[in-house]
Structures are given as structure tokens and as C-alpha cells.
């Protein structure tokens, strides 16, 4: 029995940000990609880097395990894979080099290997998927055991011949998900991630419900799922946390979808399988606030177990929406916001500063916009020209020399826009500061009326407005002196 280790190239303590969250997620992707192999009768190993201080700890594995394939699959529903940080593609080098130099056939999948295959085939790797890589993967290593090189005919991957680069033609993406077994959930030691989230209140594990995004912003990627939207049923989404629920009593849960819920139809059967199943679950979402407006969108959500749903809000300028091609409204995020918010759920913004076009006003309009709704929280980032977007060749030739970010609070702009990165690093600063401050007022009001009811959390924030007043006026000031010199 031929055997496949597999990895992965997101090492948490390689991003200082996501390291100090401690709120980890297992390679979801990659455990998908191990259960169909393993299915068709290979023998499948796991090296979880998410906690590993570097590579090194391969290399007894490879004498161990002797693996005939190094797999490195990255995990395609983690937003923060699509970035690749230069450590992580590092990384991906270091372990290629590795099994290359012990004997094993290398194939990696990832974001940033479909944008960049000759680099990694550069690196040791005989092989890069291009895109969604399961049923490739599958072609690919039983073409290779039958002893076939007759590469050009297995859709969707890239490869060295005579020292030439060979791309083949692209692969469809799997329209019946539930043809694939569930992720091999077995594989991770969940103990490791338990304990990184015993800082906080509940313990929450990952799993996707659909593939891809209809949508066509810009500036967002999509270069393992495509713009094709395909969903799991809701049944065999239920039965799977069923499982999770029962093996490994958890009951929090982020749904990794880039769009959750598009289907129509689909939240509400997902409501009826969780209540015939007994499970009474809490989770996490991220969505738009369009859709969240549809029919009876919302109420569905809540009664299955929703507590929190970040929007893509990016901007309130509707000016800079439509440059961004988000087609959505402000006035669709000041209702959806209202509305999730009087259902008791909490509201989390994703905002990106720097667009091209975006103005003082236009940012101006932002802080508004979160002075007014004051979501529960928020995620800020700086545009971010990803290979393959319409934004990326907007900007391309205006690089800096610099494509990838370090980290994933780096916040460096890599090409021309309004203002330089010292400006949008002190920026972010700012609006922290000033949306700290803002939530603390509506706390201190809350906690005044009433005292013995609030939460722990509540009084927190209340009290920690004493900090963030001075501070969000000491930020502007800096911002204000940066903008002065530009």
C-alpha cells in the first residue's frame, strides 16, 4: 500500500497576529483531500504544522514514515492561505527540498502555488495542482503508480518536462459534494487547539458548507473554487457535526464559506436537519448584506444556532463599492446590521482601506458608518492586489517590488494609492482606537441602566474607555502629522 503524507504550509507562529488571537483552525481542506485518498486504499499520514516553531520536524517523519508522496495541501477555506505570507511559501520550499532529497514524488496544492507554479516547481515539487485538487490528486497519483508519464493528458496540474514548464488544461470544479467522504478528522490532534482556545470562552472547530463565490468583487480571489457556487446538503452538513458534536463535544463552530447560506432554500433546511438531529449548536458565519435581507434569511439563521456574522461591509462610501464591483448598498448594511443586531446577534465588519480612488472623505465615511452601527466587531485590512483579480492588473504596474505581505498584519501597500503605508498602518491604529472608544460609550449607557444585569464583559469595555478617549485623540493626532508630510 502506497503511502502519502500529507502538510501544509500555514505555520500560526509564523504570524505573530494570528499566534497572539489563539483562535487556530485545522487544515480543513487538507483533511478533505487525505479522507478520499485514504478511501481509495492508500495509507494517509498527517504533519499538522499549525503549531510546529518550523520545518525541522519533518525530517524524522520522512525516515519514519518513508512516505512515497510529500503532499502539501493547503487548506483552500482559510482566507488567510490566499495572501501566502513569504514565510509560508518558504516554508512549502523547505519541506519540498526535504522529501525531494529522501526519495519522495512531491505534489503541492495551494492559492499561491496555482499563481506561482514555476516557482514551486523551481523548489523541488514534481508537481503543483491548479486548483481544486481532490479528484486531481486522485488521477494523478494512480496514473503515476500505473507508471504512466503521459502527464498531459490529467486535467488541472503543472509539471517539468526537459526543464520546460507544462500547464494542462483546467479541470472542472466538483459540482456533487456530497460524492466526497467526509475530512479526515482523525488524522489532527484536536487536544493541541482545544488548548490554545482555552483563553476564551468556547472552544470552535471549522467546516464548510459550499465551494466558490457567484460574486465579482474586484479584488477578491478565487483561484482554487472559482467564481461556480456548489453546496454540501444540509443533511450531510448536520450529520457531520453530529459527529464533531459526539466525538469530540464541541458545539461552537465557524462555517468557513466565503458565502454562507446562497442557496435558496438552503439555511432553512440546514434549521430543520439541526432540529431533527437534537443538536443544539452555536456557530459563526460570514455572508453579504444583501443576501442576509432576503425572505426569511435571518430569522432561519438565528433559529439553527447563529451567533455571529461577519459582513463584508469593506467601505462606506458607496463610491468605492461600486469601483469595488461589490453590488451592495450602504443602506443594506445599516439595515442588515440593524436588523441581525435586534436578533440577537452579533455584527463583525471586515473594512479595507486604500482603494484606488479612496479619498480623506471616503474614509471619513467609514468611521462614520462604524460610529453609527457600532458592529460587535471589527477586521481591518488594506487592499491587497491578489494574481488573477481584475484588481491586481489594475495596479500591477504601479508595483513596489513587493507582491506578497510578511505577516498578516503587515498592512504594507504594495502599490500606488492615495496615501502611503506609514499613513494606512497608523490609520488602522486610529480606527481601533476610535471604534474602542465609541463601544465603550454604548456600554457605559448600558451598564448605567442597568448595573446587576450587565456582563463581565460589558463593565469591561465600559471601564476601558478611559483608556481609549485619550488614546483614539492621541492616533489622530499621529495620523493627522503623517498625512501633513505626504
Not at 439595515?335 to 474614509?363: M, N, P, W
Request: overall charge negative; some cysteine; aromatic content about 12%.
Amino acid at each position: 500500500m502506497k503511502k502519502l503524507l500529507f502538510t501544509h504550509s500555514y505555520f500560526y507562529r509564523f504570524d505573530e497576529k494570528q499566534w497572539k488571537t489563539r483562535k487556530p483552525y485545522p487544515p480543513y481542506g487538507t483533511l478533505y483531500a487525505a479522507s478520499l485518498m485514504r478511501e481509495n486504499g492508500y495509507d494517509v499520514s498527517l504533519f499538522d504544522v499549525a503549531f510546529e516553531s518550523d520545518t525541522s520536524g519533518l525530517q524524522p517523519l520522512l525516515q519514519e514514515y518513508k512516505p512515497d508522496y510529500l503532499v502539501i495541501y493547503d487548506d483552500g477555506f482559510n482566507y488567510l492561505t490566499k495572501m501566502c505570507l513569504t514565510r509560508m511559501r518558504e516554508a512549502a520550499f523547505e519541506m519540498s527540498k526535504m522529501a525531494s532529497e529522501a526519495g519522495c514524488k512531491v505534489i503541492v496544492c495551494s492559492s499561491d502555488s496555482t499563481d506561482h507554479f514555476q516557482e514551486y516547481l523551481d523548489h523541488s515539487a514534481d508537481f503543483v495542482i491548479i486548483g481544486e485538487g481532490e479528484l486531481t490528486l486522485l488521477e494523478l497519483v494512480g496514473e503515476l503508480e500505473k507508471g504512466n508519464v503521459d502527464f498531459e493528458t490529467i486535467a488541472g496540474i503543472a509539471f517539468q518536462r526537459d526543464g520546460q514548464a507544462m500547464k494542462t488544461l483546467k479541470r472542472p470544479v466538483l459540482r456533487q459534494l456530497d460524492d466526497l467522504p467526509d475530512p479526515a478528522w482523525d488524522l489532527v490532534d484536536l487536544n493541541y487547539y482545544r488548548e490554545s482556545w482555552a483563553v476564551h470562552d468556547h472552544f470552535f472547530l471549522n467546516l464548510a458548507t459550499t465551494r466558490g463565490c457567484p460574486y465579482k468583487c474586484n479584488w477578491c480571489a478565487k483561484p482554487i473554487y472559482g467564481n461556480r457556487y456548489n453546496s454540501r446538503s444540509p443533511k450531510r452538513v448536520a450529520e457531520e457535526i453530529q459527529m464533531l458534536v459526539e466525538t469530540y463535544a464541541v458545539d461552537h463552530f465557524w462555517m468557513a464559506d466565503d458565502i454562507f447560506g446562497l442557496k435558496p432554500g438552503w439555511v432553512q433546511e440546514f434549521r430543520d436537519e439541526l432540529k431533527r438531529l437534537q443538536l443544539p449548536i452555536k456557530y459563526k458565519i460570514q455572508s453579504r448584506v444583501d443576501l442576509l435581507l432576503k425572505e426569511d434569511t435571518i430569522d432561519a439563521l438565528v433559529e439553527s444556532g447563529l451567533e455571529e456574522v461577519w459582513v463584508g461591509a469593506e467601505s462606506g462610501s458607496q463610491k468605492i463599492l461600486d469601483a469595488m464591483d461589490k453590488g451592495t448598498q450602504i443602506e443594506q448594511i445599516y439595515e442588515a446590521t440593524k436588523l441581525l443586531k435586534s436578533k440577537g446577534v452579533r455584527v463583525a465588519f471586515f473594512l479595507q482601506f486604500g482603494y484606488l480612488g479612496e479619498t480623506k472623505e471616503d474614509i471619513e465615511m467609514t468611521m462614520q458608518m462604524v460610529r453609527d452601527l457600532l458592529p460587535d466587531e471589527i477586521g481591518i485590512s488594506v487592499s491587497y492586489p491578489l494574481p488573477g483579480t481584475g484588481f491586481y492588473e489594475k495596479v500591477k504596474s504601479t508595483f513596489k517590488g513587493k507582491e506578497n505581505w510578511e505577516h498578516s498584519d503587515d498592512l504594507d501597500m504594495m502599490f500606488e494609492g492615495t496615501y502611503g503605508k506609514e499613513f494606512y498602518r497608523q490609520l488602522h491604529k486610529y480606527v481601533h482606537k476610535e471604534f474602542r472608544k465609541h463601544l465603550g460609550y454604548q456600554k457605559i449607557k448600558q451598564v448605567l441602566t442597568s448595573p446587576f444585569s450587565a456582563a463581565k464583559e460589558d463593565w469591561r469595555s465600559a471601564l476601558a474607555t478611559a483608556y481609549y478617549l485619550p488614546m483614539s485623540k492621541f492616533e489622530s493626532r499621529k495620523l493627522e502629522k503623517i498625512e501633513a508630510q505626504i
